[in-house]
């Protein structure tokens, strides 16, 4: 089987981790004020530096950071974009497995002026990043498509956009500027994270993109021209892949539904590289959508739960890879855990342990598999 020495490697994952005590620490005491701003950074440093051994010690070999800068996965990058602000959230039931609801309501980002992409946002932390691993540095940043799905024509300001395509326009006009200085810096591997293509496979989700005035069956061909937009000038030998989640909060999920309502589009009319899927449980419906996948683009099957401890089996995995082999050829095919262990700074109901043995178990199954990870 071919050996993977560009990414998305046949042993990999989305990207966060569960964030150390001293972490949150130092975070509670920066928010308190007596804590200065070098220091938390500083204290996240040195996170980051335990979190990279960690994850070579597995024998990774794509490197994050663990998102350890960060409250939220998308929050702390989009509004740091001129005419972002967040604004309250909307009230939200989550489910873990055990079927207890989980109360949250996701922050909302309001676009109250022209955006404009005004200081590099990922650059610096992916330049610490690089100097604290001699593998690849990954960086995960939010999709283009988390500033409209969430509140809709309604969280974006008529005055500065009468014309949602302007919005649209200059959304991936910031992504391509932040592209364009990371790759300038040297960086190779980018993940988006969306949320969004995956929660319009939910019919309550669909429901609700209606009730905003959207159609449901239009907006992943709107948000596909957005995305390739937001990446038509990415740098040569840079790999864009995409995460899709239906929700990742204390262990809980938010959507349901296989991938069929946007599988065509998802795999056909999307100019990324790579997909990270969730397929860790039944939520996530069968491997059948990925009949859609052309020749020559990867997808790193999430058969690996990080909302729940339990440890699943190396053989379940292997036949749950061959039956997606049977969508798509195996060359094409790699395996990750279907999310980060967390996605915000509160992590999700899982032990610290249980990271080690997931990617440890996910590394493992990848070598027997393919013979490398």
């Known amino acids: 089987m071919t050996q993977r020495k560009i990414p998305p490697f046949r042993a990999d994952h989305v990207g966060s981790f569960l964030r150390p005590a001293t972490l949150l620490e130092a975070r509670a005491k920066f928010r308190a004020g007596s804590l200065p701003k070098a220091q938390l950074r500083e204290a996240e440093d040195v996170a980051i530096r335990d979190i990279v051994r960690f994850q070579e010690d597995l024998g990774l070999n794509g490197i994050t950071d663990g998102e350890f800068r960060r409250t939220y996965f998308h929050v702390d990058f989009l509004e ?19 079927g207890t609801e989980v109360n949250f309501a996701p922050p909302v980002m309001h676009v109250t002026q022209k955006l404009r992409h005004v200081q590099a946002i990922q650059v610096e932390d992916f330049r610490f990043l690089r100097s604290a691993t001699q ?7 939010p999709s283009p498509t988390m500033l409209h799905f969430r509140g809709g024509r309604g969280a ?3 005055e500065a956009y009468p014309d ?3 919005f649209y326009d200059d959304v991936a006009a910031c992504y391509r500027e932040e ?4 790759g300038a810096a040297g960086c190779n591997y980018v993940q988006l994270d969306d949320t969004n293509l995956a929660y319009l496979c939910d019919a309550k989700m669909r429901e ?22 937001a990446i038509a000038d990415r740098p040569s030998g840079m790999t864009v892949c995409v995460h899709l989640c239906r929700g990742n909060f204390q262990s809980a999920w938010v959507a349901e539904g296989g991938y069929e309502p946007v599988a065509e589009v998802l795999f056909n009319d999307l100019a990324v590289d790579g997909y990270f899927l969730e397929y860790d449980d039944a939520r996530s419906g069968t491997f059948a959508p990925l009949r859609f996948v ?5 997808v790193v099957l999430g058969l690996v739960s990080t909302k729940v401890g339990t440890l ?13 082999a049977g969508f798509v050829p195996l060359d094409q095919l790699c395996l990750s855990p279907q999310c980060g262990f967390s996605s915000t700074v509160h992590g999700n109901e899982i032990a610290r342990e249980s990271q080690a043995t997931k990617l440890r178990l996910v590394t493992e199954t990848a070598r027997e598999v393919w013979g490398t990870a």
């Open 80 to 98: 740091q974009l001129e005419g972002v602000e967040t604004r309250g959230g909307i009230a939200t039931s989550f489910r873990n497995a055990l």
């Open 135 to 141: 593998r690849t540095p990954k960086v995960t940043i």
């Open 156 to 158: 974006i300001s008529k």
């Open 164 to 166: 949602l395509e302007a």
């Open 179 to 182: 592209l364009r200085q990371l």
């Open 208 to 229: 609700g993109a209606r009730q905003r005035g959207d159609d449901p069956d239009e907006l992943p061909r709107r948000y596909a021209r957005l995305i390739n937009a």
């Open 294 to 298: 052309p020749k020559g683009k990867i």
């Open 312 to 324: 699943e089996s190396k053989d379940e995995l292997k036949r749950r890879i061959d039956e997606a």
